[in-house]
C-alpha cells in the first residue's frame, strides 16, 4: 500500500471588508478541493496568502506591516486583494514577495501557488478524503454568511478609489447566487448577508435580463432576487444599498416577513453641496421623504448609514446641516469615518483640505450626537417580544441579535437567562432594558 505523500501547506490572512471575506473564502475553497492544508501560523505553512485591504491609509498600512510580518515569519508570500491592484505600492515596499495580484482574482493566485507550491499529483491527492463542504470554505461562524451579488461599481465617487480596484459593476447570474445560497442553508447557515459595491444596481450591467432559477425564468434584478431568497426560510439582510427608487420595491418583501426590515444605506452627508463635491446624489429633503415612506410601510425598520466628516472645503455650518439630518432622520445605527484622502481619489486635489485634528474632532462630535438618537431608539424597544438569532454563550448567558443587527458592526442582545441557548439558535426573548448601543433581554 502506498503512503499518502503529506500535502502542501498553505497559510492565510485576510483583511478588510466582507466583500474581500467573499474572495478569500472562494481561493480557500479551490485550496482545499485541490488538497492543499491549511495552516493557522506562518511557521507551520510552505507559503503564506495575505488578502489585503487598500481603500484608506490605515487599512494600506495594516496591510503593508501584515505582509512584512508575513515575509518576515515565512518568507514565501503571496499577495492579493485590492492594494495589490495600487500600482507597485506593495513590490516597492516588499520586493521579496513572490506574487501579487488584484481582488477577486483567484484564477490568478491560484496560478501562483502552483507556480510556487505545486500540489500534490492525483494519485497522491485522494478528493475522497480531502472532502470540501458543498457551501465551499467559510471563515464566518457557520450560522450566518455573506454572499456577493455582484462585483465592482459603476460609480465614480470622489472620495473613493474602489472602481479603479475592483472595475466596474459586474452582477453575477441570478441562478448562480440562489444555488449558493441554497448550498448554505442545507449546511446550517441562518442568515445570508447580502453584501456587493453597490447591491442596489444589481442587475443594471445586463439591463436586468432574464435568468434561471430551478429552470425558471427570473429576472436579474434586486427585488427578484429578494424574493427568491426570501423563500429559503432564514435571514436576508440588505447590506450596501444606495437609495434608489426600486429600493422600494422590497420594503413590501420586508412587511411580509420574507427579508429582514433592515437596510444598510451609505449615505455619507447632508450638505447638497459637499454632496454634489463628493458627486453623490444630493437631494437630502427627498432623502428624508423616502426614509418616511418606507417607515410607513415597514414601522420596524432598521435603517444603518456610514458617514464621512471633515471632507474637503467642509464649513462648521455644513457640518450642523448633518447634525440635524440625523436629528430629522432618526436613524437606528450610524457609523462615521473621518476623511482620509487615499491615494489616487479625485477629492484630494478639492481646495480646502481640513487638518486632521478638525477631521477627528468632528466625527466624535456626531458620534456623540448620534448615540442620544440611537439610545431613544433603542428605549422604545423595551417591552417588546423580539426573535434573536445567538452568535454566542458564555457563563452570563447568550449573545444575540436582533433583526436590527448585522454582525460586528451593530449592536447586540444579551439574554441574561440564555445560559442553556445554542449557538445558531433562534430564540424569542422579551427586551428589559438598554445602554447606548445594545439591548437587554430574558426568554420570553
Same mark, same amino acid.
Given at each position: 500500500m502506498t503512503r499518502r505523500k503529506q500535502a502542501p501547506?498553505?497559510?492565510f490572512v485576510s483583511l478588510g471588508c466582507p466583500k474581500a471575506t467573499v474572495d478569500a473564502e472562494i481561493i480557500l475553497t479551490r485550496l482545499r478541493t485541490e488538497g492543499y492544508e491549511l495552516s493557522s501560523s506562518y511557521d507551520g505553512a510552505d507559503l503564506v496568502i495575505v488578502n489585503t485591504c487598500g481603500f484608506i491609509d490605515?487599512?494600506?498600512?495594516?496591510?503593508?506591516?501584515?505582509?512584512?510580518?508575513?515575509?518576515d515569519e515565512n518568507g514565501k508570500v503571496i499577495v492579493t486583494g485590492c492594494l495589490g491592484a495600487k500600482g507597485n505600492i506593495v513590490r516597492d515596499t516588499h520586493p521579496k514577495v513572490i506574487a501579487v495580484t488584484g481582488p477577486h482574482a483567484a484564477s490568478e493566485v491560484m496560478a501562483a501557488v502552483h507556480q510556487h507550491l505545486p500540489p500534490l499529483s492525483p494519485n497522491e491527492h485522494d478528493p475522497f478524503v480531502d472532502l470540501v463542504p458543498p457551501q465551499g470554505i467559510k471563515l464566518t461562524p457557520e450560522h450566518y454568511a455573506?454572499?456577493?451579488?455582484?462585483?465592482?461599481?459603476?460609480?465614480?465617487?470622489?472620495?473613493?478609489?474602489?472602481?479603479?480596484?475592483?472595475g466596474d459593476l459586474v452582477s453575477r447570474p441570478i441562478g448562480e447566487i440562489v444555488h449558493e445560497a441554497e448550498k448554505l442553508v442545507e449546511a446550517g447557515v441562518k442568515e445570508l448577508l447580502i453584501v456587493s459595491q453597490d447591491t442596489s444596481a444589481y442587475g443594471v450591467d445586463v439591463k436586468y435580463r432574464t435568468g434561471f432559477v430551478g429552470g425558471r425564468p427570473v429576472k436579474t434584478k434586486?427585488? #427578484?432576487?429578494?424574493?427568491?431568497?426570501?423563500q429559503l426560510g432564514v435571514w436576508v439582510r440588505m447590506?450596501?444599498?444606495?437609495?434608489?427608487?426600486?429600493? #422600494?420595491e422590497l420594503l413590501p418583501l420586508m412587511a411580509e416577513g420574507k427579508i429582514l426590515p433592515y437596510l444598510d444605506v451609505p449615505l455619507q452627508h447632508a450638505s447638497p453641496r459637499i454632496l454634489k463635491l463628493m458627486k453623490r446624489p444630493g437631494d437630502i429633503e427627498k432623502t428624508l421623504d423616502r426614509i418616511a415612506a418606507w417607515r410607513t410601510v415597514v414601522p420596524q425598520l432598521t435603517i444603518r448609514s456610514t458617514f464621512i466628516t471633515g471632507f474637503p472645503g467642509e464649513t462648521e455650518q455644513e457640518f450642523d446641516q448633518l447634525l440635524q439630518f440625523l436629528d430629522a432622520a432618526e436613524l437606528e445605527r450610524v457609523g462615521c469615518f473621518a476623511y482620509s484622502p487615499v491615494e489616487g481619489a479625485s477629492a484630494n486635489a478639492l481646495p480646502g483640505a481640513l487638518p486632521e485634528a478638525v477631521r477627528e474632532e468632528r466625527r466624535a462630535r456626531l458620534m456623540a450626537h448620534q448615540e442620544d438618537i440611537s439610545t431613544r431608539r433603542l428605549e422604545q424597544r423595551i417591552g417588546q417580544t423580539i426573535e434573536v438569532l445567538v452568535d #454566542?454563550? #458564555?457563563d452570563e448567558g447568550a449573545i444575540a441579535r436582533s433583526s436590527a443587527d448585522a454582525?460586528?458592526?451593530?449592536g447586540v442582545v444579551y439574554v441574561t437567562d440564555g445560559h442553556e441557548l445554542e449557538i445558531g439558535q433562534f430564540a424569542t426573548v422579551t427586551v428589559t432594558d438598554c445602554d447606548v448601543h445594545d439591548?437587554?433581554?430574558t426568554l420570553a
Open positions: 501547506t498553505v497559510g490605515a487599512a494600506v498600512e495594516e496591510s503593508l506591516e501584515t505582509i512584512g510580518e508575513a515575509l455573506y454572499l456577493k451579488i455582484s462585483e465592482g461599481c459603476n460609480h465614480r465617487c470622489s472620495f473613493c478609489i474602489i472602481p479603479s480596484l475592483r434586486l427585488v #427578484d432576487l429578494a424574493r427568491e431568497l426570501g447590506h450596501y444599498v444606495y437609495p434608489y427608487p426600486n429600493v #422600494d #454566542d454563550v #458564555d454582525p460586528e458592526i451593530d439591548l437587554f433581554a
